[in-house]
Structures are given as structure tokens and as C-alpha cells.
């Protein structure tokens, strides 16, 4: 299928080109051709010279009457002029740095420039302006009509994707297929795709970008809809072990706690020992901000699974995290007789009631799962490895990766031993683990129902008795010095800080090179009296891993980290949280981030360092100060800057425009019903196989793993 065709198989794309479209995540044609335009120019009517006024974006169309490029003595730098004259006019054009254009058009040749109208004392001038030489035949793609502006990365102008996007469009649209059903087509007066395609990217009409985003918009929506409701299908027809949660193991576990439960927890447990009851298998995904007590309801859930003669497995995004929910699950299940192990590609351990295992052999342990000697198995993804058999998988626990379905469920169950399935039934049918997924991150109502459709939601919105309140306060640049004294104070006595540096949702590399600006200030100018460590995306897992267990064990005081690395390990010796940038990031990320101190008996602070004197800026910031509740925030968040920056886009890898379409509670409702028509009609979709393959390759392609 021409779709997809790797991109570096088309003229003009070679290593460098290959390797900055990778960073955009595109792979595929298929993926250009859904790098839609987020924006687009509108320059339909050119202008006659004789009639621009200062300031104002124009596109203009005449002959040149000269050019040459010179180079600037003082700024040094290349500049090429050229007049140009429409017959009504004339206008001077000022190009910087590209000296190439006075070899590319020559005088007498006629041009097309779209930029702004600006003035000196010579009078108006275009600066920079969008130019194409008018060659008879060929189409204007770069400065007449609606002109698309694209998601940009270093190397990669809007410019290279036109010149890109335009010739294989012409080539290839027409041959993509149809997927979507007919009468959804006819019922929706939608475009058919090849058609969408071109109006997406290079539209004669602002109405028929809008016709063509609204179909793109509902065909993603509906893929994901269709993906949730066979999931739920194929979950009906599957089995899961019944768990009872009989009332003395509850009493058992209740008694080891040295708190009790908060309201919330109570209903979130009771909702989650409902559906281990049943032969169901259990879809729930649990949310509840840093420090909620998560993991002592996900505990309990695990012990109720082993006391029904089952094993749990409890899987994390890092290894340290992994290690993390060892320590805190060993502490209070093996004094009831719980057997618990780690396996991690660095570690595996074992404890039961007598002792703990540090120095295992890795085949000895594996055998140990297998033979059912190991109740509570915890770890990465090395859990799903198929040297990992199961005797009797019950529960399968979720931390912070909330896409896990059939599949993978079916992979855990297949890994048994002898590859015979848990604990048949009297009827001979398999059964599969229940499923519970946690996530610090609490998903507005609209959100949920998109993305997590095929999941029960459990939140738990209080936090633990006595927990202090985390002092939060906005700081200008002019206070900047008061804070670093402050937090001078905090560590001579002791305590540990967070310097979390801006944001550069652009460029990782960028982000990076900035996050190393700041340490190497830090370290030298400011706090040379400390030990800092540096956190970043481009480190390897080992080394975040040597630098975080660093700042575990206060080897590490300040620890300066960029956004994308996972921070959310356990320090309760932190009391202090600095957000460079803090405008920068969406509410709910800033509450993230404050949420990682606190975690122990000191009193926290979380600073909110922004240069913005914007009104908005800080009405937005000082809803964080006031804010005592993630769930709140988390809508309120979305309404003001939307599901992209909720989500933060670099991590979720969703385009723009079904970002956008995640905030619509009435496109997704709408989008419900028309899947449940169909499935209701067909539901094995035999007679859409077009719509069937894609949704074979949507599942494979994009399932926000």
C-alpha cells in the first residue's frame, strides 16, 4: 500500500531531511500526509503596489527591475534587494542571509511575494518576503491562496513542506482508499479521503479546510471509538478469575496500616473488589494525584488476589520506580505471609516473611514464578518477556501506562507454565488477569471519554489526614535572588530541591541545551557550595537512574531537571520545587511538579519563576497557588489552553487537529453513535474490509502505548 511507503523512498528526502522528519515522528507518506497545516495564510487577492499601506500582510505580483546582494560592513551579513514593478508601482524587497537568490530569478523575471508591508526612510519595503518566480502552468504554492503553515522543527520550514507535501499529493492522493463506510459519507457530506487530503493541505476556500479538518477530526475519533468498543467486545467474551474479597482479609490488611483509609480510597476499593468478583475481567483505571494513596489501594486489590490463590504482577515505567513500589509493598505485605519479588533488567529480588533475597540467580527466579512461589511479582516491561511464565495470574497492575489491552493481557496468560492456561474453568475457557491502571494525572471528563473509553474511572480526590499544604508562590525576576538565599537556607539544613528549566516544546535539543546552560550557571555562579546533579531526555536510563537514586540518598541536593524526565520517585527529604519558565507549561503539569515535594513531615514550597508580566500569565499561575484540587485544575486547564498542551504534545504524539477535536463533547458523542451503529449492523465489520484493515493498522500504528 503507497501509504506505507518509508519516506526516505521519495525524491528529495535524504539522511539529513530523514532524520529531522523522524523527530516529527514521520516515517511514513502516510505520516506527511497527516502533518496537517495548523494555520494557513491567507494571501487569495494580490495587491497592486500602489495601494499597500504600513503594516499589513500583502501578496504582491510584478517584474524585477534589478537585484543584487551585497554584504553589510557593520552587521556582516548578506543582503539582497530587489525593485519590483506591477505596472501600478514600485517596491523595494530586502532579503537577508540568502545571498543565493540574486543567482535564482534575474531581471525581467516574474515573481510572486506574499510578507509584510514595512517602512524606512527610503519608504515602504517588503522584509523577508515568501517568493516563487510565475512560471506559466505551474500553481503558486508558496504565496497565493490560502498558504498552509506547518508544526516546524529545526531544518524543517513550512516552505520545505510545501514544496514536499504539494507534488507527492498531486501524485498520490487520488490512490489512497476510502475506509470509512458510504453511507457515513453521504449522511456526513463528506469528502472521500483523496479529495480531503488535497483540501486539507492546499484548500481553494477557508469552507472547504473546514470540511476537510471536520472529517479528519470525526475518522480519528471514530478509529478510536471503534478500537474501544472491540475492545470492550472482546473483553465480554473473555473470562477472568473471580477474586472474593472476603471481609477477614480485608480486617487482615487493615490492621498492618498505620492510618486508616480516606473516604475516597473506601469507595475506589470497593469499586475495585465489585469487579474482581466478577468473571468480567476488569478494566479500571485509577486516578489520584502524587501522594493520594494510590499504591495502598492497588496493595490491597494484590493481597485480596493472593489470598484467592492468585498471583498479582505490578508493573512501572522505571526501573527506580519499580524499586520504589518494592520497598513500600514489601514493608507491609511480607509480614502477612506474602512472598514478593522485583525483576528488573539491573535487579531481581525476593522477599517473604523471613528474609530478603539480594543475590538470586535469574533462571532460579524465573522458575520460582512459574512454579507459583512468587505472589506479588513486580518490575518494568521485562515483566511481559516471554522467559516470564506465570503459574496463576489473577491481577495485573498498571503504573502510569494506561494502554494495556487484550493482547497483552492474553501475552501474561500465555506465559505459563508449560504454556497451559491459569486455572481453566469447569467449561475448558481460558481466563485472562483483571486490569487496573493508575495515573497521577487527573484526565478531564472529555478527555476520558475519548481517549480512555474502554476503561472504568475510579478517582480518589482527597489526600491523607495531616498532609501539609505546599506554600506556592509566583516569583518575578526581581525576587529571583530572595528565592536562591531561601533555598540556600533549606539545604544547609539538610533538605533537598528541585530546579525544573523551561520548557522548549519545539525543540528537545534545544531544552536540553538549555537545562545544561542553567546547571553549569548554578553550580558555578550561584550555589558552588552544593552538590547539583542534572536530569535530561538524552541521557540514557542508566545514567537518570544513577543520578535519581543519587538524589535519593542525598549524594545529590539540588537536582535541575528539563520537563520530560520522569521525577516522580519519592523524596521525601525535597521540601523545595523551583519552575523556571512556569508559564510555559499547562496547569496540570505544574501541579505535577509541585506535587513531587511534600512527600515527607517538612513544610514544602513550590516557586513559579516567570518574566511575563502578561495579566492572563498570572491569573492563570495564581490559579495554581489557590488550587487544592488536581480534578478541578485539570479542567480548567483544558478549557484555557487545550488538550495539546494538557497533554504536552511532544509526549503524546497526537496531531493538532485531533487534539483539538478531544475538547468537542458533542463530535464524540456523535462519534459514539455512528460506531455503535455500525457495529450493531456488522459487528465483526465483515463487510467494511477496508475499514477493518485500517483498524488493524491503527491498533499496531498509533495505540498511544
Given at each position: 500500500m503507497i501509504l506505507n511507503r518509508p519516506i526516505e523512498s521519495f525524491r528529495y528526502i535524504g539522511p539529513i531531511y530523514l532524520k529531522r522528519l523522524h523527530k516529527l515522528k514521520i516515517e511514513s507518506l502516510e505520516d506527511l500526509f497527516s502533518h496537517f497545516p495548523h494555520r494557513y495564510d491567507d494571501f487569495t487577492n494580490f495587491k497592486k503596489i500602489s495601494e499597500l499601506k504600513i503594516g499589513e500582510e500583502v501578496a504582491i505580483r510584478g517584474e524585477i527591475k534589478g537585484i543584487d546582494t551585497r554584504r553589510t560592513f557593520k552587521k556582516k551579513m548578506f543582503l539582497t534587494e530587489a525593485m519590483i514593478n506591477d505596472g501600478s508601482g514600485i517596491i523595494r524587497t530586502v532579503w537577508f542571509n540568502q545571498p543565493y537568490l540574486s543567482q535564482t530569478f534575474k531581471k525581467g523575471d516574474k515573481i510572486s511575494l506574499a510578507g509584510r508591508v514595512n517602512f524606512s526612510e527610503r519608504g515602504i519595503f517588503l522584509s523577508n518576503p515568501a517568493y516563487e518566480k510565475v512560471v506559466q502552468g505551474e500553481t503558486l504554492k508558496h504565496t497565493h491562496g490560502l498558504v498552509p503553515v506547518y508544526p516546524e522543527t529545526e531544518g524543517l520550514s513550512s516552505r520545505w513542506f510545501r514544496f514536499i507535501i504539494y507534488p507527492l499529493l498531486e501524485k498520490y492522493a487520488q490512490k489512497v482508499e476510502e475506509f470509512l463506510p458510504e453511507e457515513l459519507l453521504k449522511k456526513k457530506k463528506f469528502p472521500r479521503i483523496g479529495k480531503a487530503i488535497f483540501q486539507i493541505h492546499f484548500p481553494k476556500t477557508k469552507k472547504e479546510a473546514e470540511t476537510a479538518k471536520k472529517r479528519f477530526a470525526f475518522e480519528k475519533l471514530f478509529l478510536i471509538q471503534l478500537?474501544?468498543?472491540?475492545?470492550?467486545?472482546?473483553?465480554?467474551?473473555?473470562?477472568?478469575?473471580?477474586?472474593?474479597?472476603?471481609?477477614?482479609?480485608?480486617?487482615?490488611?487493615?490492621?498492618?496500616?498505620?492510618?486508616?483509609?480516606?473516604?475516597d480510597q473506601k469507595r475506589t476499593i470497593r469499586e475495585i473488589l465489585d469487579d474482581l468478583q466478577k468473571e468480567v475481567p476488569m478494566s479500571r483505571l485509577l486516578e489520584g494525584e502524587v501522594g493520594s494513596g494510590k499504591t495502598i489501594v492497588a496493595t490491597l486489590s494484590a493481597f485480596v488476589t493472593v489470598k484467592n490463590g492468585y498471583q498479582a504482577a505490578i508493573m512501572a515505567p522505571t526501573e527506580i520506580l519499580a524499586e520504589q513500589h518494592f520497598q513500600e509493598i514489601s514493608k507491609l505485605l511480607s509480614s502477612l505471609g506474602v512472598k514478593i519479588g522485583l525483576l528488573t533488567s539491573e535487579k531481581i529480588e525476593f522477599q517473604d516473611?523471613?528474609?530478603?533475597?539480594?543475590?538470586?540467580?535469574?533462571?532460579?527466579?524465573?522458575?520460582?514464578?512459574?512454579?507459583?512461589?512468587?505472589?506479588?511479582?513486580?518490575?518494568?516491561?521485562?515483566?511481559?518477556?516471554?522467559?516470564?511464565?506465570?503459574?496463576?495470574?489473577?491481577?495485573?497492575?498498571i503504573d502510569e501506562q494506561h494502554r494495556f489491552g487484550v493482547e497483552q493481557r492474553a501475552k501474561l496468560c500465555r506465559q505459563t507454565t508449560d504454556n497451559r492456561q491459569p486455572a481453566p474453568p469447569?467449561?475448558?475457557?481460558?481466563?485472562?488477569?483483571?486490569?487496573?491502571?493508575?495515573?497521577?494525572?487527573?484526565?478531564?471528563?472529555?478527555?476520558?471519554?475519548?481517549?480512555?473509553?474502554?476503561?472504568?474511572?475510579?478517582?480518589?480526590?482527597?489526600?491523607?489526614?495531616?498532609?501539609?499544604?505546599?506554600?506556592?508562590k509566583i516569583v518575578p525576576p526581581a525576587r529571583r535572588n530572595e528565592i536562591y538565599e531561601f533555598l540556600r537556607k533549606e539545604v544547609k539544613e539538610e533538605k533537598q530541591a528541585f530546579v525544573i528549566c523551561p520548557l522548549i516544546e519545539e525543540s528537545e535539543k534545544l531544552e536540553v541545551a538549555a537545562a545544561k546552560k542553567e546547571f553549569?550557571?548554578?553550580r558555578k555562579k550561584v550555589f558552588p557550595d552544593f552538590k547539583l546533579g542534572l536530569l535530561h531526555g538524552q541521557m540514557k536510563a542508566k545514567e537518570k537512574d544513577k543520578i535519581m537514586r543519587a538524589f535519593k540518598s542525598k549524594k545529590v541536593e539540588v537536582l535541575v531537571s528539563t520537563p520530560v524526565v520522569e521525577v516522580g520517585i519519592d523524596v521525601p527529604n525535597a521540601t523545595i520545587m523551583i519552575i523556571e519558565g512556569a508559564d510555559r507549561f499547562g496547569l496540570s503539569q505544574l501541579y505535577q511538579f509541585r506535587g513531587r515535594v511534600g512527600r515527607g513531615e517538612f513544610q514544602s514550597f513550590c516557586f513559579l519563576f516567570t518574566?511575563?508580566?502578561?495579566?492572563?500569565?498570572?491569573?492563570?499561575l495564581k490559579a495554581i497557588v489557590s488550587a487544592q484540587n488536581a480534578f478541578e485544575l485539570s479542567e480548567k486547564d483544558l478549557k484555557i489552553r487545550g488538550p495539546g498542551d494538557f497533554m504536552g504534545k511532544r509526549q503524546s504524539g497526537i496531531p493538532d487537529l485531533t487534539m483539538a477535536s478531544l475538547t468537542d463533547l458533542s463530535l464524540i458523542?456523535?462519534?459514539?453513535?455512528?460506531?455503535?451503529?455500525?457495529?450493531?449492523?456488522?459487528?465483526?465489520?465483515?463487510?467494511?474490509?477496508?475499514?477493518?484493515?485500517k483498524l488493524e493498522e491503527f491498533k499496531e500504528k498509533v495505540f498511544l502505548e
Open positions: 478500537f474501544f468498543q472491540e475492545q470492550k467486545r472482546r473483553l465480554r467474551r473473555q473470562k477472568a478469575p473471580k477474586i472474593l474479597p472476603k471481609k477477614e482479609y480485608i480486617e487482615e490488611f487493615k490492621k498492618i496500616l498505620p492510618f486508616s483509609f480516606t473516604s516473611k523471613k528474609m530478603l533475597k539480594e543475590k538470586i540467580e535469574e533462571r532460579e527466579f524465573i522458575e520460582m514464578i512459574s512454579q507459583g512461589k512468587v505472589d506479588v511479582l513486580i518490575g518494568t516491561h521485562s515483566l511481559i518477556q516471554e522467559r516470564v511464565k506465570f503459574k496463576k495470574l489473577g491481577l495485573v497492575v469447569a467449561d475448558g475457557q481460558a481466563t485472562i488477569p483483571h486490569f487496573l491502571s493508575m495515573t497521577a494525572t487527573p484526565i478531564p471528563r472529555t478527555l476520558a471519554l475519548a481517549l480512555y473509553g474502554d476503561l472504568s474511572i475510579s478517582q480518589i480526590k482527597e489526600l491523607p489526614k495531616g498532609r501539609k499544604k505546599i506554600i506556592t553549569e550557571r548554578l518574566d511575563s508580566v502578561a495579566r492572563k500569565t498570572w491569573q492563570r458523542e456523535e462519534v459514539k453513535r455512528e460506531v455503535e451503529i455500525i457495529l450493531k449492523k456488522d459487528p465483526e465489520l465483515k463487510k467494511y474490509p477496508l475499514l477493518q484493515k
